[in-house]
């Protein structure tokens, strides 16, 4: 019955000490200018970068909307390009970049808009517009009458015995 408490406690011990995902974790900015916060609307420029986790989002200009209230503000990052990265949970990167993105933290979700490019696992996709749900890893792709929808897989290579 001891034993039993004890291995209890430990696994217990060990989620609390488990990382937090990404989205769970605090947002963090830093900028060379805070331009202006007025209406519930804050403006950074210059060599931004938005730090959640282990997901960054660099960009020329941040404008961060509270005017849903707080949990629902929605991060928009311009650039030429914006560049954004994370490490999944299995240690891969996640790279993407466009002229323009979205972020919903409550909806865990990152638009990607103008020349959109994500890179996951060796494989790319290319659209007009990608949505991107962080907590999911789950991405749609969207083209429009001059640009269509390129998806790029990467095989993986064989390791002889």
């Known amino acids: 019955m001891k034993t039993n408490l004890i291995v209890v406690l430990f696994l217990t011990s060990m989620s ?86 979205r972020y919903e933290p409550s909806s865990r979700t990152l638009t990607l808009t103008g020349d959109a490019e994500l890179t996951q696992s060796g494989s790319v996709v290319k659209a007009s517009v990608i949505r991107y749900n962080v907590e999911k890893q789950q991405l749609s792709a969207e083209s429009n009458e001059t640009k269509r929808v390129t998806t790029i897989f990467t095989p993986e290579e064989k390791t002889n015995p």
Do not use: H, W
């Open 16 to 101: 609390v000490f488990a990382a937090e995902p990404d989205y769970a974790q605090k947002i963090q900015i830093d900028a060379d200018n805070l331009v202006s916060i007025a209406e519930n609307v804050a403006t950074y420029r210059s060599n931004v970068l938005i730090t959640q986790g282990s997901m960054q989002m660099k960009a020329d200009q941040l404008e961060i909307n509270a005017s849903a209230g707080k949990g629902k503000e929605v991060y928009v990052a311009t650039g030429t390009p914006v560049r954004y990265s994370q490490l999944l949970a299995d240690g891969k990167p996640v790279t993407a970049s466009a002229a323009e993105m």
